[in-house]
T-cell receptor, first 115, second 112 residues
Framework: GAGVSQSPSNKVTEKGKDVELRCDPISGHTALYWYRQSLGQGLEFLIYFQGNSAPDKSGLPSDRFSAERTGGSVSTLTIQRTQQEDSAVYLC?????????????FGPGTRLTVT | GNSVTQMEGPVTLSEEAFLTINCTYTATGYPSLFWYVQYPGEGLQLLLKATKADDKGSNKGFEATYRKETTSFHLEKGSVQVSDSAVYFCALSKGGGNKLTFGTGTQLKVEL
């Protein structure tokens, strides 16, 4: 079956511009996660959605970052006024339910480069 | 807060050699522990996990045992293959919807 997909696969943007990154989770998965993989910080959690509950935004590094999940499916991560330190690979993962018994399936990531 | 420390790479081994990648963690209580693998050009995928002390996770010839007394979850394989070349990440989760805290990753290169 289809896995987690992300688009675009690569994004180059100028400093100060806004960007939107998209994640399509596996159908039927109620939990969705965003992570960031960067040279300086490694792999770090950003935000977590579970069903219709309020998202856990505890990992977002600044108020320039936001995310939404429409209809319990597709999610968009938005970075406003991008900075060079935002350059990273942004990974999305989904699982059937948010819990340690449920495997997270990762997408291929979006490589963001801020020039 | 929670953290994971794993050995730095790259680790270079000959085929059929024994592999150990060390991983230690800091967390309150009893987190769940995971090893994820990222093969070249592919996404992260779960390799194995253990959810309580003394549990052993195993998959594809890899094993790791949850050691509460040493707060460790070292990854081992008795005989590596070229196809095992990848980046390996140790991770933990502690409640809160299984948000993962990752180590920095260890690159493994296996040569003929």
């Amino acid at each position: 079956g289809a896995g987690v997909s992300q688009s675009p696969s690569n994004k180059v943007t100028e400093k100060g511009k806004d960007v939107e990154l998209r994640c399509d989770p596996i159908s039927g998965h109620t939990a969705l996660y965003w992570y960031r993989q960067s040279l300086g910080q490694g792999l770090e959690f950003l935000i977590y959605f579970q069903g219709n509950s309020a998202p856990d935004k505890s990992g977002l590094p600044s108020d320039r970052f936001s995310a939404e999940r429409t209809g319990g499916s597709v999610s968009t991560l938005t970075i406003q006024r991008t900075q060079q330190e935002d350059s990273a690979v942004y990974l999305c993962a989904s699982s059937l339910v948010g819990g340690e018994s449920y495997e997270q399936y990762f997408g291929p990531g979006t490589r963001l480069t801020v020039t | 807060g929670n953290s994971v420390t794993q050995m730095e790479g790259p680790v270079t081994l000959s085929e059929e050699a024994f592999l150990t990648i060390n991983c230690t963690y800091t967390a309150t209580g009893y987190p769940s522990l995971f090893w994820y693998v990222q093969y070249p050009g592919e996404g992260l995928q779960l390799l194995l996990k253990a959810t309580k002390a003394d549990d052993k996770g195993s998959n594809k010839g890899f094993e790791a045992t949850y050691r509460k007394e040493t707060t460790s979850f070292h990854l081992e394989k008795g005989s590596v293959q070229v196809s095992d070349s990848a980046v390996y990440f140790c991770a933990l989760s502690k409640g809160g919807g299984n948000k993962l805290t990752f180590g920095t990753g260890t690159q493994l290169k296996v040569e003929l």
